[in-house]
């Protein structure tokens, strides 16, 4: 058996910030998860359907490791990627940083994990990765996953080699602190007003406060868009609130990112957005739960009613973020 010392493997909310908190406080810098959610810029919204999808997704945060690339750069760390189309070498990259006494972040597909509760497959999942031996590697995932768990070589495998939405190709990766730990201080408005930005002009109408007005208008047809209500709706409420994607996961760790930010540097805009993402969360919730209802009685009010309270978010949301983009 092959492990690094000294690792907390502390499970948290969500599936990135967990495996950056284990790699960063390796490297001896231990920030709560919603500071590292929020420095890394990490809240979006994304409606996202195409036609080889069997239902929409939704997504509350940016894309799979654009966080971990902003965190490094915010905190000035040294981020070590590996990629490959070969397995061979993908296991070489995880296994040689290991064997150096180094956790190793890691991108895959969950639905191989021995462990994970959910068998949907979901190309964006970040674990951390601590040891091995000739049979098992062990890996730190969220608390409601397990915290520190184990899963099969054979597994683990088959997770970094699925192709598919949101896939990397056997993405490993590491961390390293600079000699002088940063000040997380000084990178908290960069942040904020970088993630506000992004917020407020997407690209696309699927993104940020225009994506979440186009789920409001989409939503209420959901029940004609399912191959089958009764399974499609309440799952995509399971995954809102349970895995985050589009749910009140994400505003809870911003608005706690806010929170904390309001004490380190103040501000009137910072309490007006901790404001404002509360009362967004609940909201999510309230979306999630009226989701799931319409798919158990087919009864298309519930959907309405969603659509109406994700306008209101649009709403909110944008005006949390014009608030908070003042701040630079």
Sequence with gaps: MTTVTDIDARGGLHCETTALGVLLRHEGLDLSEPMLFGLGSGLSFVYWDARNMDFPFLGGRVRPFE??????????????????????????????AI?????????????????FGSKAHFGGH?????????????????????????TSLAGLARA????????????????AAPPVPPD????????????????????????????????????????????????????????MEKAG????LFRNLYRDFLAECAELVGGGPLRTGHRLYAEAAVLWTEVAALIAKAGESADAR???????????????EREAMLALSALG
């Excluded at 970040?126 to 520190?148: C, E, S, W």
């Excluded at 994607?245 to 009140?248: C, D, F, L, S, V």
């Excluded at 519930?302 to 909110?316: F, M, S």
Aim: hydrophobic share 45%; proline share 6%.
């Design 160 to 175: 970094r080699a699925e192709r598919g939405p949101m896939t990397a190709r056997h993405r490993s990766f590491t961390l």
């Design 184 to 239: 997380p201080r000084e990178r908290l408005v960069p942040a904020i007003t970088a993630c506000a930005g992004a917020f407020l002009d997407p690209p696309i109408a699927n993104l940020g406060h225009r994506g979440i007005a186009k789920a409001g208008t989409l939503v209420p047809g959901w029940l004609q868009r399912a191959g089958d209500p009764e399974r499609d709706l309440p799952q995509a409420a399971l995954l």
């Design 245 to 248: 994607t589009g749910g009140a």
């Design 126 to 150: 970040v674990v951390a990765m601590y040891g091995y031996d000739d049979r098992d590697a062990f890996l730190v995932d969220t608390a409601q996953q397990g915290g520190a768990v184990s």
């Design 67 to 96: 966080l971990t690339r902003n965190l490094a750069a915010a905190l000035g760390l040294e981020l070590q990627v590996r990629e490959t189309a070969s397995p061979r070498r993908g296991w070489e990259n995880v296994a040689a």
């Design 302 to 316: 519930h959907l309405v009613r969603a659509g109406a309270v994700l306008h209101d978010l649009a709403r909110i």
């Design 99 to 115: 064997d150096a006494g180094r956790p190793v972040g890691l991108q895959l597909d969950s639905h191989h994990l021995d462990y």
